[in-house]
């Protein structure tokens, strides 16, 4: 499609063209100082302290968020604040991420000597090794010479998404070394969507009187009654032998397939019309988990079986998944 290039469609699309390039020339960049950088975060029995100003410091909120979110503890500072007072904070065990594009920042390059004097080495990700901040760190990432893509030359662009795409980078590999699961992430994210996804079944299920349990024994009746009588009035009952193990699950849809058939044969034994294969889930897997598997087989409970063996630890009725706003 041909764009009128005087317009802002225009210099929108050049906008994205060129902080496009620049994550791609960072690609040929990337090398053993990053791999190193990667290490020591790592290694750092302390925290990853994120500092830079202005706009390479809200880049570095960023960063030392994902890094805690995904298992490296870390911290944001503000350069300016750390020499008034918040260079307490710091401890030598610690390591300092100094973002610059230009390595000329004045109150990172103050700061820098004084954190290498608590003991905390420095990572420094900016433009190039020769910059002021660069020769006083002890480990550079070099991101290249970049330009803004301001019309200016000057607002920060191109520049803080290179800082923000080295940033994940940086945290994806920390994050794949230290092999971080699926349970560390939603202890870390216990609200929003991630976390209640994350939550194991266990947490949510229903128990004990809430659970419509009912012995291979019993009559259709038998079933009826349950599901009626159990509080929150599952539309399901869980049939299971006499040590608790499930061999099926009788449901309202089986309930009304019998009644268009005619009659009902209240006294006939449940196990004639249950579904001897239901599927099931372990109190231990993740409630995600329980919301694809109803949402694939079109269903509305799940037994829910003990980590191990065939024994019903409880049920998952499709409401428990909608309290929990999945």
């Known amino acids: 499609m041909a764009v009128d290039e005087n317009t802002s469609l225009a210099r929108g699309l050049e906008v994205l063209k060129l902080e496009a390039e620049a994550i791609r020339t ?169 976390g209640r996804s994350l939550m194991r079944i266990g947490e949510i299920m229903r128990r004990g009187h809430e659970v419509p349990l009912l012995n291979e024994n019993a009559s259709l009746r038998d079933a009826l009654v349950v599901m009626t009588e159990t509080p929150g009035r599952p539309g399901a009952a869980i049939i299971t032998n006499d040590s608790g193990d499930l061999l099926g699950i009788f449901t309202d849809g089986d309930l009304r397939r019998i009644a268009c058939e005619g009659e009902l044969p209240l006294e006939n034994p449940v196990t004639q019309y249950m579904a001897s294969q239901p599927s099931f889930v372990r109190e231990d897997q993740l409630v995600g988990e329980a919301l694809h598997l109803i949402k694939d087989s079109h269903i509305d409970q799940l037994p829910v079986l003990e980590s191990v063996g065939n024994r019903v630890a409880g049920l998952v009725d499709v409401q428990d998944l909608l309290e929990v706003r999945l």
Not at 121 to 150: F, H, N, Q, R
């Open 26 to 194: 960072l690609q040929e960049r990337l090398g053993s100082s990053f791999e190193l950088a990667v290490q020591n975060m790592l290694e750092c029995e302390g925290r990853v302290v994120v500092a830079g100003m202005g706009k390479a410091g809200l880049i570095g909120q960023k960063i030392s968020a994902t890094l805690a979110s995904t298992g490296t503890p870390s911290l944001s500072l503000h350069p300016a604040e750390a020499l008034h007072g918040d260079l307490g904070r710091l401890r030598p065990e610690d390591i300092l991420l100094a973002l610059s594009k230009s390595g000329e920042t004045r109150e990172l390059i103050q700061l820098v000597p004084a954190v290498k004097a608590i003991g905390v080495s420095v990572v420094a990700l900016t433009e190039s090794g020769t910059s002021a901040l660069g020769k006083i760190s002890d480990l550079v990432v070099e991101m290249g010479p970049l330009s803004e893509a301001c019309p200016l030359g000057l607002a920060p662009t191109v520049t803080t998404t290179a800082m923000l795409a080295l940033g994940d980078a940086i945290a994806m590999a920390v994050l794949e070394k230290r092999d971080f699961t699926r349970e560390e992430f939603a202890a870390f994210h216990p609200a929003g969507t991630l």
